[in-house]
């Protein structure tokens, strides 16, 4: 396990918990058809940095066209409460997702979390990822908005993805969740309000206030995406 001198981990991992109620009436007798997914896949992400962790993924199935965040575009509180503390129950939450799944725990340097969809056919095949590097103030990695229709049967994608800063906390690189400071903050001042690519981070080497060390420094890309489609 990578530590950080002066500080301890403190895994920020906040789950959300939702109960989907129905309510049946009429006949007891009625017949009730079971649709049998027709689209399967199986969707594997790779952290491949050499000192970062991710907080648990979150991995959204959403209408066409809904995307979690754009470059140049001012980051919405769901994702930055994403980018700056791992918690994901926001966006997952938010209007248009159809389906989530949360992993349970951080993506550890040289881990693959491999998540099973099944889908049917009036599904929508749109989905998103997104993870925070936690020994950053608001980095994330993911991909949104990517439409499964176009993987054939037995056909695999793979991606590599690059790290955004969520441009919604100043990159002080002392307030870091990773290191048992702070997490969701929700004044944006001292950053540009804008999702951009992430410059990378310094070191205590670098800046005399920094707490990372050498290996949580990443030169993008920070993970690998792989999707294959099984059925």
């Not at 079971?34 to 970062?52: F, R």
Request: with cysteine; glycine share 8%.
């Amino acid at each position: 396990m990578i530590k950080i001198k002066r500080q301890k981990y403190r895994y920020l991992s906040l789950f959300a918990l939702t109960a989907a109620l129905s309510a049946c009436g009429g006949n007891d007798n009625e017949d009730h058809v079971v649709t049998a997914p027709s689209h399967v896949y199986e969707v594997t992400l790779m952290n491949i940095t050499q000192g970062q962790i991710f907080s648990p993924p979150a991995l959204t199935t959403h209408t066409q066209g809904m995307k979690l965040w754009q470059a140049g575009k001012t980051a919405s509180i769901a994702l930055e409460a994403l980018a700056e503390s791992g918690d994901s129950s926001q966006l997952i939450a938010l209007s248009g997702i159809t389906s989530s799944q949360v992993s349970n725990a951080p993506m550890m340097p040289g881990d693959m979390q491999t998540w099973t969809l099944e889908l049917a056919s009036t599904d929508t095949l749109n989905v998103s990822l997104a993870t925070m590097l936690i020994n950053t103030n608001d980095g994330f990695t993911g991909f949104t908005d990517m439409d499964l229709s176009a993987i054939a049967l037995g056909e695999s994608y793979q991606k590599m993805l690059v790290v955004y800063d969520a441009g919604t906390e100043m990159n002080d690189e002392v307030a870091l969740p990773g290191s048992g400071g702070e997490a969701f903050n929700a004044s944006r001042a001292g950053d540009v309000d804008r999702v951009y690519a992430h410059a990378g981070v310094l070191t205590s080497h670098e800046l005399s206030s920094s707490v990372l060390l050498t290996e949580h420094k990443f030169d993008n890309p920070a993970a690998k995406l792989i999707i294959k489609r099984m059925q």
